[in-house]
């Protein structure tokens, strides 16, 4: 099994689309691992594991706990380590942060959230060795509104002059989050590094989604996620099952206890 890299990541730009899904457990990173091409340690996973209400709770800490987890089963894959909120506000600081990061995960590369303000740390970090993965649309880290963004002119400029801009300052990929489809369109079609679409379209290079949410575990569901299981279900009813046999005795049978 050979091993996803930035350059492969990169020469994917207009070929066969890019599969990236989300993983912060062993189990998990195991199954996608052998179908993905990037696997995000998002920090989508203080919603999605801890209840929090937004991302912005979501501390380094847990995050390296979590990514040491995937990256230790994740073979194929190119890592992606997404940078929670307040740890990237300067340069330096962000060079800090990442250069931990990569240091105790060993992934792949990290991922900063925002456009032409933070270009300057996208630079620096690229300069220092550190690849960087782009985020363009809805920020979920500072939004307050969670609607599709390049719905009128002001947006529309906006988003395309941080995606062409940031496609300049040395990332190999942009997330597209929540962006109009023929906006998405037209950035995919003017940058030189692939686009990842969430809520973005077919037309971007590739798609990525929460793997909790495809696989059913969620509780709410944005207009872009397909379910591609009910988990939730079937989990019920596993419990359901065990908890029926422990209470008629029939859990453990013979075959589950040492003679």
Do not use: W
Request: hydrophobic fraction near 40%; charged fraction near 25%; include cysteine.
């Amino acid at each position: 099994m050979q091993k996803l890299t930035i350059k492969k990541i990169l020469n994917k730009k207009n070929k066969t689309p890019i599969v990236c899904l989300t993983a912060y457990t062993k189990a998990i990173a195991q199954i996608v691992d052998k179908y993905c091409d990037i696997i995000l340690v998002g920090d989508s996973l203080g919603m999605v594991l801890y209840g929090m209400k937004t991302t912005r709770e979501v501390k380094i800490e847990t995050m390296i706990l979590h990514c040491k987890a995937v990256k230790n089963f994740a073979r194929k894959s190119l890592v992606v380590f997404d940078m929670p909120y307040k740890t990237y506000e300067n340069k330096f600081t962000a060079y800090k942060n990442a250069r931990k990061v990569i240091n105790l995960t060993k992934c792949d590369a990290v991922k900063l959230e925002g456009g032409k303000k933070i270009v300057n740390i996208i630079k620096y970090l690229t300069k220092k060795g550190i690849p960087v993965m782009g985020h363009v649309g809805l920020l979920p880290q500072t939004s307050t509104n969670f609607k599709a963004k390049g719905k009128n002119f002001s947006q529309r400029k906006q988003i395309y002059e941080d995606a062409t801009t940031i496609s300049k300052s040395g990332v190999f990929a942009i997330v597209l989050e929540c962006v109009v489809e023929d906006l998405a369109k037209n950035i995919t079609k003017n940058v030189s590094v692939p686009t990842i679409g969430i809520g973005a379209s077919k037309f971007c290079d590739g798609q990525i989604l929460v793997t909790d949410d495809l696989l059913g575990l969620s509780d709410f569901y944005p207009k872009f996620v397909k379910q591609y299981s009910n988990l939730k279900k079937v989990i019920e009813k596993s419990v359901k099952n065990y908890v029926k046999d422990v209470r008629l005795r029939k859990f453990p049978s013979n075959k589950n206890v040492y003679k």
